[in-house]
């Protein structure tokens, strides 16, 4: 699968960015400042870099620079993450050579859209497009299609989005606040007890008893999992 280095000194943003890269099927590097982030573009040699403009030693600028003037990473895809909404700013990105730029706030699903976009248009490998199955359910991410036993599954975007995050990590306990952050969008304000709402909604759709739920288990004074243990 494709590699993408995340660059922010903002560690929420890095979770929530690496949770719906790593959904779609992404593997995912992190790095919080700009010396870290040079060490692991030489190091590491991802296929794609998603670079914050502002961090503490070296700018976004000062990196792309440096990626650029260095022949063996020249060709590394860049795309710049930054709350300056100034053209300037922008040009002075795209001219010293970033493929795309992002303000922010931003959808995490366009970051991953912007993400596929970049990588198909720099040749850098097949975008994956990956399928989840768990029992009778199957779940194809590129599609956003949902089948229970065969037969398709309507869903809302986030009852898609909460089973996404359940079915790739069966098993796995999710608080509230997890599911809220990666499902809802960090600047989500609501009351983490919507999810419930939401979880009681998508059981209706593929349990066949949403009282005695098979897919989605609910552990008590934590959130909630796909299976058992």
Do not use: C
Not at 72 to 91: C, G, H, N, V, Y
């Amino acid at each position: 699968m494709p590699r993408i280095l995340v660059v922010d000194d903002d560690k929420k943003i890095v979770r929530l960015i690496k949770a719906y890269l790593e959904q779609a099927g992404f593997t995912v590097l992190a790095a919080y400042d700009g010396e870290t982030a040079l060490h692991t573009i030489r190091r590491e040699k991802p296929d794609l870099a998603l670079l914050d403009l502002m961090l503490p030693d070296h700018d976004g600028w000062d990196i792309t620079r440096l990626v650029r003037s260095d022949p063996s990473l020249a060709q590394l895809p860049i795309i710049m993450l930054t709350a300056r909404i100034e053209d300037a700013d922008k040009i002075i990105g795209l001219e010293l050579g970033a493929d795309d730029y992002i303000t922010k706030p931003f959808n995490p699903r366009e970051v991953v859209a912007r993400v596929k976009s970049v990588l198909r248009r720099a040749g850098g490998g097949a975008v994956p497009s990956p399928v989840y199955r768990f029992g009778a359910l199957e779940l194809n991410v590129e599609s956003h299609r949902v089948t229970l036993n065969g037969q398709p599954v309507d869903l809302t975007p986030t009852e898609f989005d909460l089973l996404s995050i359940l079915i790739k990590n069966p098993g796995r306990v999710f608080s509230r606040a997890e599911l809220v952050e990666q499902a809802l969008g960090y600047t989500y304000t609501g009351p983490e007890r919507s999810v419930d709402t939401h979880i009681k909604n998508l059981r209706k759709k593929i349990e066949g008893n949403p009282g005695k739920p098979q897919f989605i288990q609910t552990v008590h004074g934590i959130g909630y999992r796909l299976g058992g243990n």
